[in-house]
């Protein structure tokens, strides 16, 4: 079994940084993506940054700018650089590892805990 954990969250000032990490565990010979997405109380999850095995980055729009995500290959990790933190980027933080090929299974896709960011006004 694949196992993602998260680690990186905590309380921070608006106009802060945080630096999410995110660690895929287990026999793994390839993941085709991983990412981030976030989910805010009372709202549905949405995607942050993902970055795919071509190198490819995508971010979303309201985080353009002052969010960085990078990949590890080497060490199935993947990070998530948030700067200028602002009160809406509250949420839980997810990492998602798509396409990952393991010793047990041909294909799956996996989803870590989650890790909670606070931002406060």
């Known amino acids: 079994q694949v196992q993602l954990v998260e680690s990186g969250g905590g309380l921070v000032q608006a106009g802060g940084s945080l630096r999410l990490s995110c660690a895929a565990s287990?026999?793994?010979?390839?993941?085709?993506?991983m990412g981030w997405y976030r989910q805010a109380p009372g709202k549905q999850r949405e995607l942050v940054a993902t970055?795919?095995?071509?190198?490819?980055?995508n971010y979303a729009d309201s985080v353009k700018g002052r969010f960085t995500i990078a990949r590890d290959n080497a060490k199935n990790t993947v990070y998530l650089q948030m700067n200028s933190l602002k009160p809406e980027d509250t949420a839980v933080y997810y990492c998602?590892?798509?396409?990952?090929?393991?010793?047990?299974?041909?294909?799956?896709?996996?989803w870590g805990q989650g890790t909670q960011v606070t931002v406060s006004s």
């Open positions: 970055f795919t095995s071509g190198g490819s980055t």
């Open positions: 998602q590892a798509k396409g990952v090929r393991t010793l047990g299974s041909s294909r799956g896709d996996y």
């Open positions: 287990g026999i793994i010979f390839s993941i085709n993506a």
